[in-house]
């Protein structure tokens, strides 16, 4: 059996302080150079360990419909097993062993109590910490240690788990001012349910200063009439209705007062308060949903502003903070949105309908074909480009990039030579600049030379000239519909076709722009045309093994 490599527990150990998150810890790890391919090989193990999300205890998996995660290599588990005792850092040390009970490897128990005080160990770590943003980790550490404590029967980390999540709630509520985040609040009340623990006087206090997150709100609520007495569930039945009914009165868009409606119906019919089921209906027959007129604008909330902006802090050097902006599919595009996603709801919006039973769901089609699919893919996008703009004016806050840094980030041999790097370069600094238009002039024209120069070994770009026709090289609309065919995702090509190109849905940014048909463009629009140059790019610098996989 292989020993720990001194360098690699080193640079783990490194990686780790001040992290906010495991992804984080490994993209430091990743870029370091750690010696022996011996070393490299465990570095490489525990950056997948990084990477890798627990399974989530059996009764939580199977009421979320999800499935365990597939099994992980022997090689790979065995390293982490040589680690998992030596981090300094609590919250990894719980990490690695929550992987090795899931991995069914060595003594069971020992893994339990070692993940489940990892977890615990972190909680109390974070908690020393002044600012807020520590709090939410906190709360998720808390909620696992909680979950395999009862599960594995594990009493004394059970009750020092109660313990501090109720310190935790306690010092939330404490702390809890008319901006304040609930979800971590929330989390912790969850937890403490789980363990058999009443939180009615904590979720009391909580239901009265936290209203301004509709979902939270009515998490709380929920918590509350858990552990209420039956003589106060229908105040608190009532008071789950009026809060979907105020949401829909306060909804920015006709699409968005028609979901809070209808879902102000259900819980009315499922609670039994046929007067606020009858008011919910009788709004809804008088809504129309504005399909065709979707606003762009969309409220970004302030923890996943910050976790793009940590994403940023995390990297090594400025190219690896280019190729964080574009470092997944684009989710606008995916058929189905992941669980607890920051646009999920906005891409499976329900049409409703109503009949004597009551509000009855009907999914639109996510075909392109289907107006509202699409129309949700344009929203989504626009919020992208909003998280996209976060993200580079956090490079340009951290990193301060000259024409010259900036070119030699981008310059790849064959796709982006030196030249056309620059100018690309310029468009970013524009950017910062605030001069948008110049920014998105000069980049336009260089996304579609990189994606000609990146197609090109897969696929013709270039006709000959046959008979009467003169032949030609294929244009941007073209070279998107061709991606595919030449392995490329299809979300992505979906997502640049309407973002640049279409026409008639989409936000056809390339055309308007270039041709004169439109004033100056958004920020958020021209963070996403850089986006597009930076996606593009990163498959010809390796970010991606090979078309359609990231990293």
């Not at 193990?45 to 009421?63: G, I």
């Not at 000609?452 to 270039?462: A, S």
């Not at 979300?491 to 309407?498: N, P, Q, T």
Request: one cysteine or more; hydrophobic letters at 45%.
């Amino acid at each position: 059996m292989s020993q720990i490599e001194p360098s690699v527990l080193t640079a783990l150990t490194a990686a780790a302080k001040d992290a906010v998150s495991n992804p984080a810890t490994a993209l430091t790890l990743a870029a370091t150079d750690v010696g022996s391919d011996t070393a490299t090989a465990h570095r490489d193990a525990l950056v997948a360990a990084l990477y890798r999300r627990p399974a989530p205890v059996a009764k939580a998996r199977k009421e979320a419909g999800e499935t365990s995660p597939a099994p992980s290599a022997p090689a790979q588990v065995e390293i982490w097993s040589l680690y998992a005792d030596h981090v300094d850092d609590p919250f990894l040390r719980g990490h690695l062993h929550h992987l090795l009970l899931d991995a069914g490897h060595g003594r069971r128990p020992d893994h339990v109590r070692g993940a489940a005080a990892g977890y615990l160990d972190a909680a109390q770590l974070l908690l020393t910490a002044e600012d807020g943003h520590s709090w939410p980790r906190a709360a998720q550490s808390l909620k696992r240690a909680g979950e395999l404590s009862l599960k594995f029967k594990q009493t004394d980390l059970r009750e020092r788990a109660a313990k501090d999540a109720r310190a935790l709630a306690e010092r939330l509520l404490a702390d809890a001012d008319a901006d304040a985040e609930g979800r971590p609040l929330l989390v912790v009340l969850e937890t403490l349910q789980t363990l058999k623990r009443d939180v009615a006087d904590l979720a009391e206090q909580a239901v009265s200063l936290f209203t301004h997150d509709m979902d939270v709100r009515l998490g709380l609520l929920d918590a509350l009439r858990k552990d209420a007495s039956p003589s106060r569930h229908a105040d608190l039945d009532t008071a789950v209705v009026r809060t979907l009914l105020d949401a829909a009165d306060t909804a920015d868009a006709g699409h968005r007062r028609l979901y809070f409606l209808t879902q102000a119906a259900t819980e009315a019919h499922k609670r039994g308060l046929p007067d606020l089921r009858a008011r919910a209906e009788m709004a809804l027959q008088q809504t129309t949903p504005e399909w065709t007129s979707i606003r762009t604008e969309g409220t970004i909330p302030p923890a996943v502003v910050v976790w793009h902006q940590t994403q940023v802090d995390a990297a090594p050097d400025l190219r690896t903070a280019l190729w964080i902006t574009v470092q997944d599919i684009h989710p606008a595009m995916r058929a189905q949105a992941e669980a607890g996603g920051a646009l999920e709801g906005l891409l499976r919006i329900p049409r409703s309908r109503i009949n004597a039973a009551g509000p009855v769901f009907v999914r639109p089609p996510v075909e392109a074909d289907d107006d509202l699919a699409v129309a949700m893919q344009v929203r989504g996008l626009g919020l992208l480009g909003r998280l996209t703009a976060v993200q580079l004016d956090r490079i340009h806050e951290r990193f301060r990039p000259d024409e010259f840094e900036m070119t030699a980030a981008l310059a790849h041999e064959t796709v982006l030579p030196e030249p056309r790097a620059r100018t690309l370069a310029r468009a970013f600094c524009y950017y910062w600049l605030e001069e948008f238009d110049a920014a998105a002039c000069v980049a336009l024209p260089q996304v579609e030379q990189i994606l000609r120069q990146l197609l090109r070994p897969r696929i013709p770009v270039i006709s000959v000239a046959r008979g009467q026709s003169p032949g030609g090289v294929d244009l941007m609309g073209t070279l998107l519909q061709s991606m595919p065919k030449a392995g490329y995702p299809a979300d992505w090509s979906k997502a640049l076709e309407l973002l640049l190109v279409d026409p008639d849905r989409g936000m056809n940014l390339r055309n308007d722009i270039l041709h004169g048909l439109t004033g100056t463009p958004p920020r958020h629009h021209v963070a996403l045309i850089l986006q597009a140059a930076l996606y593009l790019l990163s498959h010809a610098h390796g970010q991606r093994t090979r078309p359609g996989t990231t990293t």
